[in-house]
T-cell receptor
């Protein structure tokens, strides 16, 4: 398995609170991604990073911010969580190149009450 | 706008049968088409991938068929086994981009 650790694995919090999810990799891969997975929607890209301090938005970025201060860590922050952000969040990593696969972590299940 | 349309949403197959999942896309700039397999409680894992310069790619019991003119591609699982029960996602990526666009997934159940 690719060396990806997501933390926490489960979290329950209240509407309006800030939440930060962490993705840590040991593969020294350049690219890191945050997805959310919801029934009927598949996997949707929130934000991604192509290097330290280099990030860009995905298709569902509203309400989320990210930071990458080290190659190995990619943080996803919900500044003020809403119930619509209840989801399973997956981090992925990949190396550069046209056919490099994305390797996924095992996800964080986030419930916002 | 859904860029990759996947069907069916769910599929039940008997052990030993053939499972077929279909995907269609509109953007002709897509040039890389992977399939991912996901078991409950786990992240998706790459199963097999294809580029549009080939019409078919086979790895063990798994085959991707690609029809460039129809902008469709499909996953065939031969001799389906209960251990194949999982959710399958097709995806697509544009040349020069690192971003994948995923279909909505197909939940496959293989009955013993």
């Amino acid at each position: 398995d690719a060396g990806i650790t997501q933390s926490p694995r489960h979290k329950v919090t209240e509407t309006g609170t800030p939440v930060t999810l962490r993705c840590h990799q040991t593969e020294n891969h350049r690219y890191m991604y945050w997805y959310r997975q919801d029934p009927g929607h598949g996997l949707r890209l929130i934000h991604y990073s192509y290097g330290v301090k280099d990030t860009d938005k995905g298709e569902v970025s509203d309400g989320y911010s990210v930071s990458r201060s080290k190659t190995e860590d990619f943080l996803l922050t919900l500044e003020s969580a809403t119930s619509s952000q209840t989801s399973v969040y997956f981090c992925a990593i990949s190396g550069p190149g046209p056919d490099q696969p994305q390797h996924f972590g095992d996800g964080t299940r986030l419930s916002i009450l | 706008q859904q860029q990759v349309k996947q069907s069916p949403q769910s599929l039940i197959v008997q052990k030993g049968g053939i499972s077929i999942i279909n995907c269609a896309y509109e953007n002709t700039a897509f040039d890389y088409f992977p399939w991912y397999q996901q078991f409950p409680g786990k992240g998706p894992a790459l199963l097999i991938a294809i580029r549009p310069d080939v019409s078919e790619k086979k790895e063990g019991r798994f085959t991707i068929s690609f029809n460039k003119s129809a902008k469709q591609f499909s996953l065939h699982i031969m001799d389906s086994q209960p251990g194949d029960s999982a959710t399958y996602f097709c995806a697509a990526k544009k040349g020069g981009s690192e971003k994948l666009v995923f279909g909505k997934g197909t939940k496959l159940t293989v009955n013993p």
